[in-house]
């Protein structure tokens, strides 16, 4: 038997070699992952022997804690940079008003020769002040009338005027607060009925204010209804959807993940549908038989919905988060970052575009010009990657994303009214998002 050729085994362990170090990157990034989701979005900025200390061997940390982390200076000082002068107190919005208070002078006589003094002038200042919520009992008188002179004369009064919830005791400027303090400041209501039973001395159970949210919920749904329409009307519509914890009273113990789904188009109005699952029936029924141009994620929910028309195209943002992702566990992936500036130009392009206010047309034919050198230059680079990079790892997902969805993200090139990015719609339009940090959550 003939040894092994040694440049064959050198190869040989080469490669195993390559291939275990891709190992142990993945390993890596998965752990500086969880990490991170452990302490919190401000740990993201952290390095992986900060994360290590703070994850491993201070379990007790607080988020306070992991902040001054991320805000602390390294050890290599750069040189302080010059500080703006303070722009001084910012002065209090005009719209406010104003209630004026006067203070008179405790002394109003001359101190030289006892005459009494004078108003010359006043010391003005100003501060924000609050009157809190003052809950009252309106009472209602609607005048009887007869005639005297009728041995017959018949009792006339005025009808009562249209209430949200008829013959309830709450005033619709009540019901209205609670749904305005539920769904914008996302304040929920058990602890509403403590602030109702602390502030009037009345107690109204979680049932009764259930009743009123889902009373108001049917009122709007003809103006849900009417927006729709006008969203189907339009032949560009972005869609996304996102998860919302539900409590279930099924004794399940746990919450349900729900899902909204958000419709619109940009710069004007969206849409949102409940649904429990994140199936496809949810858009399916909102779009019916709609023929347009749908710009979505890459959630197969959205394949085989709307008309046979319909046109699907991906959302550039949702791509360029990806590696935005893998750079946040490996911040020394030169490949992930390239990919992330050469995607920055994609939206640079279209921010030059809005800039010079062109048409659609116009905007094509600039995307054209200026962005096609670097779409061409992206899929180049993905292929690249993806013969060398490990398909679990957030770079080589990052990458299978991108191809997976690269007819559509091209359709970009295709039509001028499509805008790069959807994710906008989420943080500009959901407010779900927004009571993400007190807990907020629906009750079914």
């Known amino acids: 038997m003939s040894a092994p050729d040694p440049q064959v085994r050198i190869v040989t362990l080469e490669r195993e070699l ?25 740990s993201e900025t952290l390095s992986n022997l900060q994360l290590e200390l703070l994850a491993d061997e201070e379990p007790g940390v607080t988020a306070e804690e992991v902040e001054a982390e991320a805000r602390r200076e390294p050890v290599a000082k750069m040189p302080a940079r010059e500080r ?25 006589t001359c101190s030289g020769c006892g005459k009494e003094t004078a108003v010359i002038g006043y010391d003005e200042s100003e501060q924000l002040d609050v009157e809190p919520a003052r809950y009252f009992v309106r009472e209602t008188r609607r005048e009887k009338r007869a005639c005297r002179g009728c041995e017959q004369g018949t009792v006339t009064m005025s009808p ?18 609670t749904v305005v303090s539920k769904y914008c400041d996302h304040l929920p209501l058990y602890r509403q009925a403590a602030i109702l039973e602390r502030e009037a001395g009345l107690e109204i ?9 889902m009373r108001v919920g049917e009122l709007l749904q003809p103006v849900v209804a009417v927006m729709r329409k006008d969203l189907l009307s339009a032949s560009y519509l972005q869609a996304d959807e996102t998860t919302v914890p539900v409590q279930m009273h099924d004794g399940r113990g746990s919450n349900h993940e729900a899902y909204l789904w958000q419709y619109g188009k940009p710069g004007g109005e969206t849409v949102f549908d409940f649904c429990l699952g994140r199936g496809r029936d949810g858009p399916r029924k909102f779009l019916d038989k709609w023929e347009g141009i749908l710009q979505t994620d890459g959630y197969q929910a959205y394949e085989g919905v709307g008309g046979p028309k319909m046109v699907h195209v991906a959302c550039w943002a949702h791509s360029r988060r990806k590696f935005v992702d893998a750079v946040k566990v490996n911040p020394q992936d030169a490949e992930a970052v390239k990919m992330v500036v050469r995607m920055d130009a ?15 047309a116009e905007r094509l034919a600039f995307r054209r010009e200026h962005a096609r050198p670097w779409v061409d230059e992206i899929r180049q680079e993905c292929l690249a990657i993806k013969r060398q990079a490990l398909p679990q790892s957030a770079l080589g997902k990052a990458v299978a994303y991108t191809l997976n969805m690269w007819k559509k993200l091209e359709r970009c090139l295709e039509y001028g009214q499509v805008e790069r990015p959807t ?16 807990g907020y959550m629906l009750e079914a």
């Not at 009562?160 to 009540?174: F, P, T, W, Y």
């Open 346 to 360: 994609l939206f640079l392009i279209d921010r030059n575009a809005r800039e010079q206010a062109l048409s659609s």
């Open 18 to 42: 390559h291939w275990a170090q891709l190992k142990i990157q993945v390993l890596e990034e998965r752990l500086r992952k969880q990490r991170i989701l452990m302490l919190g979005p401000q």
């Open 160 to 177: 009562l005027e249209a209430r949200i919830i008829e013959k309830g005791l709450a005033s619709d400027a009540v019901v209205i607060d």
């Open 205 to 213: 159970g979680r049932a009764t204010l259930d009743g009123w949210v």
């Open 423 to 438: 994710i906008w719609r989420r943080t500009r339009c959901d407010p779900s998002h927004w009571g993400e940090r007190t």
């Open 84 to 108: 703006k002068p303070h722009p001084g107190r910012e002065r209090l919005p005009e719209n406010l008003p104003r209630v004026e208070k006067v203070i008179p002078c405790q002394d109003q």
